[in-house]
Every structure is written in C-alpha cells, then in structure tokens.
C-alpha cells in the first residue's frame, strides 16, 4: 500500500518541474491526482503519459478558473500550490508591473486556492496544505532575485498564518524550500542569461555545497511526506532542502 492510497490531491503547475514530478510520485503511491497547468500541451503529454492522473488547463491568476476548479474536484485531502515564477534583479530592475506580476503569481495564487479548496477540507475533518517557497526568502538573501524573494517570504508568512488559523481543526500548512533544482523552467533562464552557458549554469551549481542542483524528483519525495500521514505533527514548518546553500 502506498503513503497516499486513498487521498485525494490537487495540484498547480502540474505540467513540468516539481509540479509533475510530485504528481507522478503522488500517483505512484496511490493518490487520485488531480494534476493542473496553464499549459494545454503540458497537460496533454502528462496525461498521454499518467492516463490515471486527471489532468486540466488551470490559470492559477484567474479566480473563478480556480473556484470553479475547487467546485469541480471537491474535497481533497492534500493541496499542493506549486505555481510560481522567477523574476531576475535587484529592486531596481524591478518595475511596479513585475513587481505585481510576482505577487499574483507566487502568493495571491495560493491564497486563492486555499480560499478556494479549504472550506471542503473543513467539512471534510482536514488536509495537508503544502506551498512551494525557496531558501531565496527570508531564510537568505540572493542576489538578483529581489521580488521573488520577497514573494517567497511572504509564501512562509501565508503558511504559518494559515497553520495557526486552522491547525485545531485538522489542517495542517507547511512550506518547502527548495535551493536550486535542475527543471526546464532553471534551463530557459540560464539560456537567457548573457555570456557563456557552461559557465552560467556552472554558477548556478557553484552555490550549492553539494556540488550539484536537486533533481525534481528530490523535492517531490518531500512533497509526499508532507502530504502523508507519516506528517501528521508537522504544520507551520518551513522545510529546507537545497544542499546546504544556505549553511
């Protein structure tokens, strides 16, 4: 018997990365998954892939997409907000545009979702909530990622916030925050990067102690531990896992 044998998952940014790493890891041990991204194509090919992963186009920025998404699926038993994006620079190469786009799509997504999915948990008896963040937060500080990592602390906040709000009542939130992971979204931005991409994407593994990034797969183990029971005394967490870039 799987971890997960008879729960009930939703999760965004399902099409590539940790997203559908953590729904095929989810899958494989026994949850129904319900598995979303903004990419039909994404969608598509996981479902070519999973038949048994119930996929659908979700655009985690357009609230009656998600309460109609919430409507749809019901209650589940673990919600996964793994939608985000990286904005690159300092504070000022940040204009109010980008600084409004990160917030919508890496915290205002999540508050939509539990806004969306928590009431059905309630009635339920609970859940696991469980929100992609970073160690670009306030657990350090790194260069050139200024709104995404005021972004990604005010994800730990919301986290918290909901953990305290919820936790006598069977709902449990916690944070992952992952350091550098080897995913096509990490390979599109060393590829924009100036100069040479050996050396760009050198740098990127230089940070981690390690001598390497993690592989999605790495962070969706953690994923469905969080989801699991084996976690049920775990809420509030903020939990750290990226090769110890940030010792």
């Given at each position: 018997m799987g971890r997960l044998e008879g729960k009930i998952?939703?999760?965004?940014?399902?099409?590539?990365?940790?997203?559908?790493?953590?729904?095929?890891?989810?899958?494989?041990?026994?949850?129904?998954?319900?598995?979303?991204?903004?990419?039909?194509?994404?969608?598509?090919?996981?479902?070519d892939e999973h038949p048994a992963i119930e996929t659908a186009v979700l655009d985690v920025r357009d609230s009656n997409a998600v309460r109609q998404a919430a409507a749809r699926t019901g209650a589940v038993d673990v919600l996964f907000n793994c939608a985000g994006y990286v904005h690159a620079g300092t504070i000022l190469d940040c204009d109010e545009e980008a600084w409004d786009r990160s917030f919508d799509i890496n915290v205002k997504s999540m508050w939509r979702t539990a806004q969306a999915f928590l009431p059905a948990m309630l009635a339920a008896g609970g859940g696991s909530v469980i929100n992609m963040s970073s160690c670009a937060s306030s657990i350090k500080g790194a260069p050139n990622r200024a709104v995404y990592s005021a972004t990604k602390a005010a994800v730990l906040g919301l986290t918290k916030s909901i953990a305290a709000d919820f936790c006598e009542r069977g709902i449990r939130c916690n944070a992952i925050c992952p350091g550098t992971v080897d995913t096509p979204s990490l390979e599109e931005r060393i590829r924009a990067l100036a100069g040479d991409y050996q050396d760009n994407r050198s740098a990127f593994v230089a940070r981690q102690k390690m001598g390497r990034l993690a592989t999605a797969e790495e962070i969706a183990h953690l994923a469905v531990y969080l989801g699991s029971d084996e976690s049920a005394f775990c809420t509030g967490g903020a939990y750290v896992i990226d090769g110890g870039w940030s010792l």
């Open positions: 998952a939703f999760i965004t940014a399902a099409g590539q990365g940790i997203g559908r790493a953590t729904a095929v890891a989810y899958l494989a041990e026994g949850a129904r998954v319900h598995a979303t991204d903004i990419s039909a194509r994404l969608m598509d090919e996981l479902k």
